[in-house]
């Protein structure tokens, strides 16, 4: 066996202690991603579906085409259980479930109970009651989300029976769907802050104003102040988020349904004159006369009975000026 001479030795010895030592050390290096510096602020969330140019509208109106005339209700409504041969109900009642669309958002009228999770307002009562009249149960429902602006195409495709979420009859809609008699009149107005000068449509010049798509209050708000810049949501809820972020200044519906916003915020308020009436319809897919006139029926016996009133003063007692139940006109 060959052995190293003793200076050779000690040099190898002192280079594998120099690498040892630069490994132990961390001297090579692997240099992390450059990350971009910090900023000082957060810009506010931003919510899907928010839109500010929003194309113009026609202004709603029901009375260029008489469009709250109705259908007359049947002499006799049929027993609960017992529809008439290849009616309309008498599937709803084959199939054991009546299908609502409607949104879950809407404070006063559609929206989860957050203690129970059940959905309920004044839009679900009058959807119970139907459900009873055809079932004899008025549980017997199944609740669709929709946004407003889904409205015409789910009675359009028929993927509901009924469309029950703050609904104007208008002559537009009147092409693609049909309507119930009306069972609830309100007011387009403004939701503005407290503090704010906003106290009328006027003030709305060069203001952001949100509305929901596909209703009938972004017409009306163009034709009354066409200097407002719209900002339009998916659903009302959105408003009022915006409103709380700070980035609009006003937002623009029916009464009720801002009283349903306002009671979310003490520091919101409904302000203004009418700006117009708004009559809302029980949604029905055109070409269903037997539904229309069996829902008339329904709505003709709650107000007889005074369950409207019950339903009107449980969600609406809020509002100060109350209209009654609408008055409906029929035709045969
Ligand atoms: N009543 C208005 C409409 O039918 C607004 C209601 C809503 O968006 O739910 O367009």
Known sequence: MTTMPAPRRLLTIA????????????????????SPPPTATAGPPVLPGVQVDVPVEPLPSSE???????????????????????????GILERGRLIVGLDI?????????????????????????IAGAIFGDDRRVEFQVLSSAQRIDA????????VIKTMSITCDRLRDISFSAPYYVASQRILS???????GP????????????????????????????????TTWADCLVLMQQGQIDAATTDDAILAGLAAQDPWLRVVGPSLGEEF?????PKGQ????????????????????????????SILDSGYGAPQPYYRD
């Open 202 to 233: 006027a003030q709305l010049a060069d203001k952001r104003v949100c509305a929901a798509r596909g209703t009938t209050s972004i017409g009306r708000i163009q034709a009354i102040q066409p200097r407002a810049t719209i900002v339009s949501t």
């Open 289 to 316: 006369d037997d539904m229309i006139r069996f829902v008339n029926g329904v709505l003709e016996r709650i107000r007889a009975t005074g369950r409207w009133q019950e339903i009107r003063d449980r969600w609406l």
């Open 280 to 284: 809302y319809g029980v949604g029905i």
């Open 105 to 129: 958002g809407s404070n006063l009228f559609s929206f989860r109970d957050p203690i129970t999770g059940d959905i309920q307002g004044f839009d679900v009562d009058i959807a119970h009651e």
């Open 155 to 162: 009675l359009r495709d028929m993927t509901v029976d009924v």
């Open 193 to 199: 802050f407290r503090n704010s000068n906003v106290t």
């Open 15 to 34: 280079v594998l202690l120099a690498l040892t030592g630069l490994v132990a050390t961390g001297c090579v290096r692997f240099p992390a991603p450059e």
């Open 64 to 90: 260029a085409c008489n469009a709250t005339l109705t259908l007359r209700p049947p002499a006799q409504m049929p027993l609960p259980r017992q529809m008439p041969p290849n009616s309309t109900m008498a």
